[in-house]
């Protein structure tokens, strides 16, 4: 069942969406060579508790920190450790806060010091799937043509998408229906209304789209431990129309 969000409760969401895209930006401006994945996680968490709100992902399902790094093949929920970042390395930082009730998520990937040309396509693909995700919404549309938007794109520079993780629905759960494909559906999707809010998120590889899970029992890595790289925002459907409710 997906859960309408009115006017007031997206202009929560869109309050909260402009402060953890703030302070996303703070703790991506931490990432370079020699930081510890550790030392981005305590940041990002101190942040979101100085503004008053609470890390969505802490606790959720067992998972032990507040922001998941997720470093070059792993494609998401990589859990903080001692891991030491280093030249040529990419990192995906995926966070989610809920305030004033409601929560936002979003991701960003980003190169330590000077990448690969492989990499940097990597990452401006991803980038650039997001947006070509946001521009397939269509107010009673369906859900699926947003994946299968993602998906051609994606294919068309010769990479691929993760077909067994996806983007959500989110308000006052951090994971809501409806499910958010990267790649095209098989069957019926729901329609795209006004109230919605959900999560595009595009997940992107170099090599096989299959994924196996990680050694800390939360992430997933590519199985041929290829690059893979996330961007994710929060949207919200509103009478004026789409609204995009987080941006690094």
Known sequence: MILKKSEKEIGIM?????????????????VRPGITTNE????????????????????YGGFPSGLCVSVNEVVVHGVPSERVLKVGDIVSLDIGM?????????????PVGNISFKAQKLIKVTKQALKVGIKAIRVGGYFGEIGEAVQKYVQSEKLDVVRDLCGHGIGKSIHEDPQVLNCKEGGASPRIEQGMVFCIEPMVVEGS?????AEDGFGYVTADNSLSCHFEDTIAITKEGIRVLTGY
Request: glycine letters at 10%.
């Open 14 to 30: 869109a309050e909260g969406g402009k402060i953890l895209s703030d302070i996303l930006r703070q703790v991506g401006a931490l």
């Open 40 to 59: 981005l996680n305590r940041v990002a968490e101190a942040l979101i508790l100085n503004c008053g709100a609470v890390p969505s992902f802490k606790g």
């Open 98 to 110: 809920e305030y004033k009730g409601f929560n936002t998520d979003m991701a960003v990937t980003l």
């Open 209 to 213: 789209w299959r994924i196996k899970k």
